[in-house]
């Protein structure tokens, strides 16, 4: 089955979606994760070309994901943190790859025709980009709680 899932998070609401399912499919596949966030604010997307340090957003990005995979370790998973930069789509492809893992799995607003040209879709390019396995879980809407079945 899957051995290390990577877990792509926004740093919204939706991220507790797709926690909550992990947590499910880690468990039965007795697999690491690994969370990771995309900082893609302009410190973030320069920060390598223009040697700038992190920004305050990307502090509190790195200290977000960190606290979620602390908490996942204290219930007894292997998990841990990256705080990438630049294009999202990207850097999760290539995270997955970096990262030995062999399962991204990632939320997923539901956007449709107009919302996707507008907002675009990062799902939909780590599809494209990545050669592993991607899960998509569609978030509630705004709102309203599910639990994964």
């Not at 200290?63 to 996942?72: D, P, Q, S, V």
């Not at 030995?100 to 879709?121: E, K, P």
């Not at 050669?131 to 978030?139: S, W």
């Amino acid at each position: 089955m899957y051995h290390r899932i990577l877990v792509p998070l926004e740093h919204s609401s939706t991220d507790e979606h797709i926690v909550n399912h992990v947590r499910i499919l880690a468990r039965f596949c007795q697999a690491s994760v690994v969370l990771i966030h995309v900082a893609d604010g302009w410190a973030a997307r320069n920060i390598r070309h223009l040697a700038l340090r992190e920004s305050e957003e990307m502090k509190k990005d790195r200290a977000y994901i960190e606290r979620i995979a602390a908490e996942m370790v204290r219930d007894g998973f292997a998990a841990e943190a990256v705080l990438a930069t630049g294009d999202p789509a990207t850097e999760i492809a290539a995270a997955a790859l970096h990262e030995n893992c062999d399962l991204i799995a990632m939320a997923t607003h539901g956007h449709r025709l107009i919302g996707d040209v507008v907002y675009g879709s990062v799902a939909n390019e780590v599809r494209h980009k990545s050669m592993i396995p991607v899960l998509l879980v569609r978030a509630p809407l705004s709102g309203k709680r599910s639990e994964p079945t």
